[in-house]
């Protein structure tokens, strides 16, 4: 069984830096994907970021390319996305995800297989 943890949410003032941490424990079966999404209230999920485990590739949602950056730590098994000039509409909470059995970069939610519980990051005057 595949177990996600997110954890380094938190408050942060417009302009400021937030960097969140999803910790990987379990087997996973072949190359895979691991992505960040987010859900604000009343509002759709969102793909923000993913990486593959074969080659390190990365992809980024339109709306954080330039400010966000995503990256991982083999040896802990650990996935971030640091969050740069983060804005207001960044507020939302914050899900990691794995796409199992691919090594195809994706960042539609409906493919990935395991989730953590999220982490609320909330940015705010």
């Known amino acids: 069984q595949v177990q996600l943890v997110e954890s380094g949410g938190g408050w942060v003032q417009p302009g400021g830096s937030l960097r969140v941490s999803c910790a990987v424990s379990g087997s996973i079966s072949g190359d895979y994907v691991i992505g960040w999404f987010r859900q604000a209230p009343e509002k759709e999920r969102e793909g923000v970021a993913c990486i593959s485990s074969r080659d390190g590739m990365t992809y980024y949602g339109d709306s954080v390319k330039g400010r966000f950056t995503i990256s991982r730590d083999n040896v802990k098994n650990t996935v971030y996305l640091q969050m740069n000039n983060l804005k207001p509409e960044d507020t939302a909470v914050y899900y990691c995800?794995?796409?199992?059995?691919?090594?195809?970069?994706?960042?539609?939610?409906?493919?990935?297989?395991?989730w953590g519980q999220g982490t609320q990051v909330t940015v705010s005057s």
């Open positions: 995800a794995v796409d199992e059995n691919t090594p195809v970069i994706r960042l539609r939610s409906w493919y990935y297989d395991y």
